[in-house]
């Protein structure tokens, strides 16, 4: 199986930190580029952060300054920490390999299962 796995989410209070991994099995994460997707409460399936091959990294407006992507790869590991954490933070979040496209809801083979962030006022 390819499916990268997440781990990490969990429950915190408004101005709290989380820290999410991304590993995968069977292939590596640097090889590819790796993506953290959200669903929030509303349904919609956003695109928050990616760090491509070349170590490029993106961020949602959303998340700017705030998130920060990164790759181990002694560890094979994609890690999403997150500080200043927001009610509106509050989503499952997906760890995804060579996909920006929003596949929150369908299943999509190259995507993990989802770790549940919570985030109370």
């Known amino acids: 199986d390819v499916r990268p796995v997440e781990s990490g989410g969990g429950s915190v209070q408004a101005g709290g930190s989380l820290t999410l991994s991304c590993t995968g099995s069977?292939?590596?994460?640097?090889?590819?580029?790796m993506a953290w997707h959200r669903q929030g409460p509303g349904n919609r399936c956003e695109l928050v952060s990616v760090?491509?091959?070349?170590?490029?990294?993106y961020y949602a407006d959303s998340v700017k300054g705030r998130f920060t992507i990164s790759y181990d790869n002694a560890k094979n590991t994609v890690y999403l920490q997150m500080n200043s954490l927001k009610p509106d933070d509050t989503a499952v979040y997906f760890c995804?390999?060579?996909?920006?496209?929003?596949?929150?809801?369908?299943?999509?083979?190259?995507w993990g299962q989802g770790t549940q962030v919570t985030v109370s006022s």
């Open positions: 069977g292939f590596r994460l640097g090889d590819s580029d």
């Open positions: 995804a390999r060579d996909s920006v496209a929003p596949h929150c809801t369908d299943g999509h083979p190259n």
């Open positions: 760090i491509n091959k070349d170590g490029h990294k």
